[in-house]
């Protein structure tokens, strides 16, 4: 499935490697979880126990990158790299009425 197939289906977790000042200043999405970057490693097994899709984002899709690359390493199998927050939400909100 596709990113936007995954939105679609309305059935997945949302996961922000943002640091938590970072969702202070810039703002959030509604029911996402905040799990830094660098506290991906160590809450591995929480991430890898969700049994629905996971959607990992930040500020630009960088470092949600990487803990998605590290995650796929460590036996994810559905995840999605959702970009930047901002971009993620825009697509959140605009499909909100197809549900």
């Given at each position: 499935m596709?990113?936007?197939e995954v939105i679609q289906s309305g059935n997945?977790?949302?996961i922000d490697v943002r640091e938590p000042m970072e969702l202070e200043m810039d703002g959030n999405i509604d029911g996402a979880k905040n799990i830094p970057l660098g506290e991906v490693e160590d809450r591995?097994?929480?991430i890898l126990s969700i049994e629905k899709?996971?959607?990992l984002f930040c500020r630009s899709g960088n470092r949600s990158g990487k803990a998605l690359e590290y995650l796929n390493g460590q036996g994810l199998k559905d995840g999605y790299n959702g970009?930047?927050?901002a971009e993620l939400k825009a697509v959140?909100?605009?499909n909100q009425g197809t549900f």
């Open positions: 596709s990113l936007i997945y977790e949302l591995k097994e929480e899709p996971v959607i970009g930047g927050w959140l909100e605009s």
